[in-house]
């Protein structure tokens, strides 16, 4: 963080800007800080991107941090937090952007302060030097598998290397983006694909983590391309699995299937990845708040990549096949085959597991008496990162899809974006919990993950709204935490 006082503002970011933002059709950034002026009341706040004006969601937020360390001149430092999101729209040429805050104060006076630079790109940047592997033009669909490596075992990568090249449809290629693997792991990945012209492989220039080098994966599709497809490093897939997802498809923009979960020797842990939890693939508030598309388990057509590519920013713990599941059900329709097409191994080094992503849901009495007993910081984090995440979603969704996006679809966004700002949209998110009436239990609770923060939010807003100085006695704080602040349930 870092502060400065021009024109006698005070400024400071906890939540940083990208140094770089690849833009695509459009993309979105969340910009979380304070700013106050030392004795004069601030009336309007909002930030202003390459010159272009943007109100924020929310400006006079209590921060007892901000106040505690403005010493004896504390003035208007409680009430000084804001956050938003600022989009940015395509643009040709790259190069870096102004980005600052701009401040009404009472009496008419206008102030200003910069926050930095973001680098804007017009796409991603492609690895100097990779070519994919050519398809053959006479064999049928042409199929792009994306892989995404880091140290990866080397028995679990054989034998899914193998899986791959039994496949029952042929014209495949596969393209490998490797996250900065050790040289000896780097080496064994090398030597399982030398001598076969389909695979192609790209090191990362430096460790990106699963997110963003699934995108850098994705981003080595070929044009050439009908349809791409994700790989893990240690699954094994069934001959069928391609040929099959080819068939199901159809009109879709994403076909995915069930898996089997095994441990590393091949054992049978559950026959099915859906134990627990109600898949869905149709409706899209649900999707929204909490995935069910695999992304191993997916195909899909390649222009959905126009929409996906570039990634949102990583604010939270945001997942690579989430957001390629909304993108390709805000553009059309998903479709599902309910039978296991590959082995999914479960081993502690997976990102996310079968168990938690197939956790029971706990009743609301014991949602809320946690929160009670052990208030903390989860909800503000929950708030800035989580929540936050969500709304970057929802918002570079509504840049490049809200075009070819259904009315009830568009309406689900806004609702979604109307949680935080009035009683409709909270009263939606909190609703979509009665669902599980009727057996629809696809969020894993996600509604009240959010909904007690949102919550919490407002109330903080409401109780110091007439304070210039924190309270003993009640909940007074709307902090940033720190980005790696630990974030669960709420």
Not at 316 to 325: E, G
């Amino acid at each position: 963080m870092r502060e400065t006082v021009p024109e006698q503002l005070v400024v400071g970011l906890e939540i940083a800007l990208p140094g770089r933002l690849a833009l695509g059709r459009g993309n979105a950034m969340v910009i979380a800080g304070h700013c106050y002026h030392p004795s004069v009341r601030t009336r309007d706040l909002w930030l202003e991107v390459d010159g272009d004006r943007q109100p924020v969601d929310h400006h006079g937020l209590p921060r007892q941090d901000v106040f505690d360390r403005a010493g004896p001149k504390r003035g208007r430092a409680f009430k000084s937090g804001f956050v938003g999101i600022a989009t940015v729209s395509p643009r040709a040429r790259p190069g870096p952007v102004e980005v600052s805050v701009a401040v009404e104060l009472e009496g008419g006076r206008r102030a200003g302060a910069s926050l930095g630079s973001v680098t804007l790109e017009p796409a991603l940047a492609t690895p100097e030097g990779f070519t994919a592997p050519a398809f053959d033009p006479t064999a049928g669909p042409r199929v792009a598998i994306c892989m995404a490596t880091y140290n990866p075992p080397l028995d679990l990568l054989r034998r899914q290397l193998d899986s791959i090249r039994a496949q029952t449809h042929q014209n495949w290629i596969c393209v490998i983006s490797d996250d900065g693997s050790d040289p000896q792991a780097h080496a064994g990945l090398r030597k399982e694909i030398d001598g076969d012209g389909r695979f192609a492989l790209s090191p990362g220039p430096q460790r990106l983590g699963f997110y963003r080098n699934f995108e850098r994966a994705l981003s080595l599709a070929p044009a050439s391309a009908e349809f791409v497809t994700l790989c893990d490093q240690d699954d094994r897939w069934n001959p069928d699995k391609l040929e099959r997802l080819l068939e199901q498809i159809g009109g879709a923009q994403l076909a995915y299937s069930d898996a089997r979960v095994v441990t590393p020797d091949g054992e049978v842990v559950q026959p099915s990845y859906w134990t627990e939890r109600r898949n869905n693939y149709t409706n899209f508030g649900s999707l929204l708040l909490a995935n069910s598309v695999t992304g191993a388990a997916s195909l899909f057509r390649r222009e959905l990549l126009d929409d996906a590519l570039p990634f949102p920013p990583k604010l939270a713990n945001p997942f690579h096949d989430h957001w390629l599941a909304v993108v390709a059900l805000a553009r059309g329709e998903i479709t599902y085959i309910g039978e296991p097409l590959y082995d999914y191994v479960q081993h502690p080094g997976a990102v996310i597991g079968h168990s938690q992503a197939n956790r029971r849901p706990r009743p609301v009495r014991q949602h809320l008496m946690e929160r009670l007993r052990s208030p903390g910081d989860g909800s503000r984090a929950v708030y800035y990162y989580d929540w936050y995440q969500q709304l970057l979603f929802a918002e570079v969704l509504r840049q490049r899809c809200w075009e070819r996006m259904t009315p009830s679809k568009r309406r689900t966004l806004r609702r979604l974006r109307e949680a935080d700002r009035g009683l409709v949209g909270l009263t939606w998110l909190l609703g979509r919990r009665l669902r599980r009436l009727w057996g629809y239990n696809e969020t894993l609770d996600r509604e009240l993950f959010y909904a007690y923060a949102l919550v919490r939010r407002r109330a903080v807003s409401l109780w110091t709204l007439a304070r210039r100085r924190p309270s003993r006695r009640l909940p007074r704080d709307a902090s940033v935490p720190p980005a790696s602040g630990g974030r669960g349930r709420p």
